[in-house]
């Protein structure tokens, strides 16, 4: 099982980035495949999730109705759109992935998910 993470770089306050990871040795609709973030002395952070077989997304209140979460299995990729990006967004991203179903309650625990991939540095800044 591998996670590949890209698409971070350098934006603007109010720009846009499209992360994607990608999966290789498993098919990411049978698993709850997360991206977290961790900032410069700051703990790593929950950002969204979406589950295993239902189409349910999770979200953590500082992102919700910015960030959209989806997947494609075709590609067997899953991808975070970000909009509207702030300072506050800067940070180190990652996609993690697990084969547990996970609920609102427990998706935002990186203890829980066995697979990670490397980060991907997400710099908002003007």
């Known amino acids: 099982v591998q996670l590949q993470a890209s698409g971070g770089g350098l934006v603007q306050p109010g720009g846009s980035l499209r992360l994607s990871c990608s999966a290789s040795g498993f098919a990411v609709d049978r698993y709850a495949v997360a991206w977290f973030r961790q900032a410069p002395g700051k703990e790593r952070e929950a950002v969204a999730c979406i589950s295993n077989y239902e189409p349910l997304t999770y979200y953590s209140n500082s992102v919700k109705g910015r960030f959209t979460i989806s997947r494609d299995n075709a590609k067997n990729t899953v991808s975070l759109q970000m909009n509207f990006l702030n300072p506050e967004d800067t940070a180190v991203y990652y996609c993690?992935?697990?084969?547990?179903?996970?609920?609102?309650?427990?998706?935002?625990?990186?203890?829980?998910?066995?697979?990670w991939g490397q980060g991907t540095q997400v710099t908002v800044s003007s």
């Open positions: 993690a992935a697990d084969r547990r179903t996970f609920t609102s309650g427990s998706y935002s625990s990186s203890k829980e998910y066995d697979y």
